[in-house]
């Protein structure tokens, strides 16, 4: 199913599990089909003919990434937001590397692979067998710097290797 319109504003100003709940229920909205947002759109795509959606999707995603509201074509301002994470992994995928579209205005787009066991090497020095998640990332350079983007991959790493350590961050469940 599609969960591009799964979008969670000021992500930073909330706790993990309040995260996870909001987008577990937008998420549960679109695959009912009843997302009034996201089902404006599709009308005008089925009966435009083929030659016209691609420009029509780049107009219309162009005016929401200036920050345009037209709501009788379910364009809203900014619609994906600062970072969009992709899962192909769902779909049995180990890697692929995501495009930047030209009117998303996304800096940064995280995808995630499929979970599959490989050899690793522990602390000891032994062989195990570990879960390991691929993931790679699409920065635009016009947004974030390398550095930045390096700094940012390193603590997201330090979490997954770790999920404990998201415990330790500040609690900023809303109420």
């Avoid at 602390?123 to 920065?139: A, C, E, H, N």
């Avoid at 997954?160 to 469940?173: C, F, G, T, W």
Wanted: with cysteine; net charge positive.
């Amino acid at each position: 199913p599609d969960l591009a319109n799964a979008k969670i504003c000021d992500a930073d100003k909330k706790a993990l599990v309040d995260i996870a709940a909001e987008l577990q229920r937008r998420a549960g909205k679109l695959r009912k089909g009843e997302d009034d947002e996201f089902n404006k759109t599709k009308p005008l795509l089925d009966w435009l003919p083929t030659f016209l959606i691609e420009p029509v999707v780049l107009v219309a995603g162009w005016m929401g990434s200036i920050g345009l509201r037209i709501a009788p074509l379910g364009v809203t301002p900014h619609p994906f937001g600062t970072a969009m994470i992709t899962s192909v992994g769902m779909l049995g995928l180990d890697m692929c590397f995501v495009p930047h579209t030209p009117f998303a205005r996304v800096p940064v787009i995280v995808m995630v692979g499929s979970i599959s066991k490989k050899p690793v090497v522990d602390d000891q020095g032994k062989i195990v067998v570990r879960d390991i998640l691929p993931m790679t990332v699409t920065v635009d350079h016009r947004f974030l710097d390398g550095a930045q983007g390096a700094i940012m991959a390193k603590q997201l790493k330090a979490l997954l290797a770790d999920p404990s350590l998201m415990e330790a961050l500040p609690n900023k469940r809303t109420q």
